[in-house]
């Protein structure tokens, strides 16, 4: 079993940056893909983010393509989300995920993800 600890929301003004962590314990981090994901008030839970298990590869929702960067140290089992030019569209709990499987693939589907932490709000004002 894995916990996923996540960390660094808060309340930014539209145009400001975030940066999340995830902190994993229990499995061995470096084996699992990992993802990050989103879900505002009154809508479905979203993908945003993955990474595969080395940091080699990354996919990213077109909404926030070209502004977040996802990225992992594998030293640290610690899983970041880099967000920049945020807007109040961004506004929502943000969740990490681990990949089921041991060296899955990237997936953006959120039933391929077995474990999840619980959460980290982002309020962007504008």
């Known amino acids: 079993q894995v916990q996923l600890v996540e960390s660094g929301g808060g309340l930014v003004q539209a145009g400001g940056s975030l940066k999340l962590s995830c902190a994993a314990s229990?499995?061995?981090?470096?084996?699992?893909?990992m993802g990050w994901f989103r879900q505002a008030p009154g809508k479905e839970r979203e993908f945003v983010a993955t990474?595969?298990?080395?940091?080699?590869?990354?996919y990213y929702a077109a909404s926030v393509k070209g502004r977040f960067t996802i990225s992992r140290d594998n030293n640290k089992n610690t899983l970041y989300l880099q967000m920049n030019s945020l807007n109040p569209e961004d506004t929502a709990v943000y969740y990490c995920?681990?990949?089921?499987?041991?060296?899955?693939?990237?997936?953006?589907?959120?039933?391929?993800?077995?474990?999840w932490g619980q959460g980290t709000q982002v309020t962007v004002s504008s």
């Open positions: 995920a681990q990949r089921k499987g041991i060296y899955g693939s990237i997936s953006y589907y959120s039933n391929d993800f077995g474990s």
């Open positions: 229990g499995r061995t981090f470096s084996n699992y893909a």
């Open positions: 990474i595969s298990w080395s940091g080699g590869s990354t």
